[in-house]
């Protein structure tokens, strides 16, 4: 029989060194209902994140890089804690994929269009300071 190991523990400063967050969006994470630490001592004033709150923090931090919302996130979270069958959850996450995906599409069609919109009037201006330029060099001083 081999021994048990014991789980592991973290305090809301080793998360937020090691994720590089203030211990106030940690706070936050928690609020938002995205973590879930048991509470020690005097009052429950101490926090203990177990490894699935270290883990949900993870998976939190790169949905957000991926630019999801918090509550998208939150959501791809509580699909993998609920008792449901592996399908819908991976469905679902492939629905919120594609709908960030077309939103992204749409923001990446806007930002084209207005860099071409600059290119457009730096080329008109350009062609206006040369005109200029040129124009003062033949009149006599």
Do not use: C, W
């Not at 973290?10 to 630490?37: C, H, K, N, V, W």
């Not at 883990?55 to 979270?77: M, W």
């Not at 804690?81 to 991976?90: A, E, G, K, Y």
């Not at 069609?109 to 003062?136: F, G, I, S, Y």
Request: no cysteine; net charge positive; proline share 6%.
């Amino acid at each position: 029989m081999s021994p048990m190991l014991p789980t592991p523990q973290f305090s809301i400063s080793e998360l937020a060194q090691e994720f590089d967050l203030t211990t106030r969006a940690i706070r936050f994470y928690e609020d938002m209902g995205l973590l879930q630490p048991h509470r020690t001592g005097p009052g429950g004033r101490t926090r203990v994140y177990s490894a699935r709150d270290r883990a949900r923090l993870k998976l939190t931090l790169r949905a957000k890089r991926l630019g999801l919302s918090l509550l998208g996130a939150k959501a791809i979270l509580d699909m993998y804690d609920s008792p449901r069958d592996t399908v819908p959850q991976l469905e679902k996450f492939a629905e919120i994929l594609s709908q960030h995906k077309q939103q992204l599409q749409a923001q990446m069609a806007d930002l084209q269009a207005n860099l071409d919109e600059v290119k457009a009037q730096e080329k008109e201006v350009l062609a206006l300071l040369n005109k200029h330029l040129k124009t003062a060099k033949r009149r006599p001083s």
